[in-house]
């Protein structure tokens, strides 16, 4: 549709990737207010209902011998239980609904996004840093009410050399601020990349000579981005953890 | 169809204008996006923390409950089923040594009777065998007497044939003689 309508104007083939990203008003209208209903209301709303569908529906026979459905709920409980337990500790279980909100709607909004003519909200930086922020302070917060002034330890690498400590200490405060930064870009930038490339291949499925190619080119993309769209998820979750079991337990 | 396609362009054109390329880097709509994820990460969050992760945490631990408790009941019965078998083996064992006692007295009681009865058959044929001796001791004597008699008689008779006076005294001497000889 892109290139029949831009074809005009260039003649060839024409290449629009990021189209698919474009945020859109759901109900017309041009201007997007902050409480515009636009695609992105759409697909979160999506991703709600699928984890209310897998987590909530999917478990209401509360089967001791669980049907498909209520397994898949329940192994997604245990996997990120068990990563909470494993790589945080056992105190920072508390959190435990809050990352497994983080994994769910991940896990689910880049499963959403890879249906075709979707839209897929983890793609974009806007979502990924408000995710990323929330995990950043969250844990900047639960450091200082937990250690004090203690929490600085984590900047002062005391097994160092006294003299090389500030040199490091000031790398550490670094990687500590671009923590989010990289945090919220892998996951933006996974999922974009990602779709972008599948949009570039499905191009040139136009011309028909390299056609075949490209759909099985496609083919094996979608395959990776299914595999990313997971991973990513993961990824996201245990840095989560990984940076709580900085804030609660400091020491290096 | 057409119009859609149009207002797609005119949208792509815009996005180009103000943020060549990205669409994530047109700030104009972040807020839009930020108002929305909020809803759907409170809502996820109450979903899952009042009603998904509680029910899921019951239902894995009902099951792990269930699971102790089936492994405890098979325990108990593995346990009963041993004992069952050591109280059969021990009834197997005592019915055994009863049946070795009975016999063993049945024995004894047998052999006892045996016993009697062959002290009384050997009384009996002691006393029949004294009785059948005292019997042939009477033959015997009572056939000297006759023979001493027939002998007497006879050379008494042959003495008388040959014409002597045959001595009664002389032919009973001779006769004893004889005999013991």
Known sequence: MASEAHGAETGGLVFHPMDQFIVKPLFGGDTIHWYTVTNVTLWMALSVVAVIGLMVLGTRRRAVVPSRSQSIGELAYGFVYKMVEDVAGKDAIKFFPYIMTLFMFIVMANFLGLLPMSFATTSHFAVTIVLALMVFLTVTIVGFVKNGAGFLGLFWVSSAPLALRPVLALIEIISYFVRPVSHSIRLAGNIMAGHAVLKVFAGFAAIAVVSPLSVVAITAMYGLEVLVAFIQAYVFTILTCVYLKDALHPSH | ?181
């Open chain 2, 1 to 181: 169809m057409a119009t859609e396609t149009h207002e797609a362009t005119s949208h792509a054109a815009d996005a180009a204008a103000s943020a060549p390329g990205m669409p994530q880097l047109d700030f104009s709509n972040w807020g839009n996006q930020i108002f929305w994820l909020m809803i759907t990460l409170v809502a996820i969050y109450f979903v899952l923390s009042r009603i998904a992760l509680p029910r899921i945490a019951a239902v894995l631990a009902e099951r792990q409950g269930t699971i102790t408790n089936d492994i405890a009941a098979a325990e108990g019965l593995k346990v009963k089923a041993a004992e069952a078998e050591e109280a059969y083996n021990k009834a197997l064992a005592d019915a055994r040594a009863q049946a070795q006692a009975i016999v063993a007295e049945a024995k004894a009681e047998i052999q006892v009777e045996l016993d009697a009865a062959i002290a009384k058959a050997d009384a009996e044929i002691a006393a029949k065998a004294a009785e059948s001796e005292k019997a042939i001791a009477e033959i015997r004597a009572g056939a000297l007497v006759a023979v001493k008699e027939v002998a007497s008689d006879t050379a008494t008779e042959i003495v008388s044939t040959l014409g002597g006076k045959a001595d009664v005294k002389a032919v009973g001497a001779a006769v004893d003689t004889r005999i013991k000889g």
